[in-house]
């Protein structure tokens, strides 16, 4: 049974920081693209960032040097560590993990940036 487990997410001030973690399980880790993506209330889910198996990173436009995308493949684990938030960074953030045209979501962690 595969399992993203999504943690780290919270209330914090504009300007500051977040780290998200999501631990994979029931798949092989390394072989696997895995992604973040956010869905702000009353809009789509969107792309934020991804780190291929061969860790190559893209990332949106929106998050681009303030995010940045990493993966533990020992320890089946990727992060997303989210600095200088904005208001709008606000959303649910979800894990995603994409191979052999299989795709997993996680269930989700909520961010919210608030003075």
């Known amino acids: 049974q595969v399992q993203l487990v999504e943690s780290g997410g919270g209330l914090v001030q504009p300007g500051g920081s977040l780290r998200l973690s999501c631990a994979a399980s029931g798949i092989i880790f390394s072989r696997y693209a895995m992604g973040w993506y956010r869905q702000a209330p009353g809009k789509q889910r969107e792309f934020v960032a991804t780190i291929t198996n061969n860790f190559l990173t893209n990332y949106a436009d929106s998050v681009k040097g303030r995010f940045t995308i990493s993966r533990d493949n020992a320890k089946n684990t990727v992060s997303l560590q989210m600095n200088s938030l904005k208001s709008e960074d606000t959303a649910d953030y979800f894990c995603?993990?994409?191979?052999?045209?299989?795709?997993?979501w996680g269930q989700g962690t909520q961010v919210t940036v608030s003075s």
């Open positions: 995603n993990a994409q191979a052999y045209g299989r795709t997993y």
